[in-house]
């Protein structure tokens, strides 16, 4: 299973806790980030996720990953070759993709990967999971919504699901802003808008599976 590393383009939550004088524990720092909600959200782990999705479609070279990734996922910022590599030996490691074969050629052995069963398994998971509300989620749904269509999993439950866990953060923010400061309460806002877009996105998105189904060719 991949674990959650912290980079340089990592939110956290705890920032938001320090800034605000508030611990992890007290009644306020619970209801904004309560038990479960992870306190990093990182780009990385959604890339080596939407690599694993693209290699249970074929196998590929990383070169191949990197253009098939930045077709579908890319548009706002491709991915860099030396991040594809060092995903690809991250996910070799942990024993989610192996090397499915050499080809010689004129310049370096060019390697072909392949997506293990254990990479399946974690993957599945990994979609069938709904994610906690934080902010820049909108990219992580959206690769999911894409694997799932390309895979011919149903994208639809996946947004259902997705929508249900948002709603119960959101009603148990709503309990803990009545008896807030003034301060507090606009912390929860914060995290309560974050919530509110993302519901808008969902609801947006699944009027429009059908149509991004057909650009994938699905």
């Not at 996720?49 to 191949?64: K, T, W």
């Not at 080809?103 to 709904?130: F, H, M, N, Q």
Request: aromatic share 8%; glycine share 8%.
């Amino acid at each position: 299973m991949l674990r959650k590393p912290l980079t340089s383009g990592t939110w956290q939550a705890t920032h938001v806790l320090r800034l605000s004088g508030l611990r992890p524990g007290d009644r306020v720092a619970s209801a904004l980030f309560p038990p479960g909600i992870p306190v990093v959200y990182s780009p990385r782990m959604t890339i080596s996720y939407a690599l694993l999705g693209l290699l249970e479609e074929a196998d590929r070279h990383g070169y191949d990953l990197k253009q098939s990734y930045d077709r579908r996922f890319g548009a706002i910022r491709p991915l860099r070759f030396g991040q594809v590599y060092r995903t690809l030996a991250q996910l070799q490691r942990d024993g989610l993709v192996a090397i499915a074969g050499v080809e010689a050629g004129a310049g370096p052995d060019r390697k072909r990967y392949s997506i293990t069963a254990e990479g399946v398994t974690d993957l599945e998971r990994w979609l069938s999971e709904p994610e906690d509300p934080q902010p820049q989620l909108q990219t992580v749904l959206f690769t999911k919504v894409v694997l799932a269509l390309q895979s011919g999993r149903p994208a639809e439950a996946f947004l259902d699901d997705q929508r249900e866990r948002h709603l119960a953060v959101m009603r148990e923010l709503t309990v803990a802003r009545r008896g807030a400061s003034q301060g507090d309460s606009m912390l929860i806002d914060y995290q309560l808008f974050h919530i509110e877009a993302d519901l808008r996105w969902i609801d947006h998105a699944s009027r429009r599976l059908g149509t991004l189904a057909a650009e994938l060719g699905r």
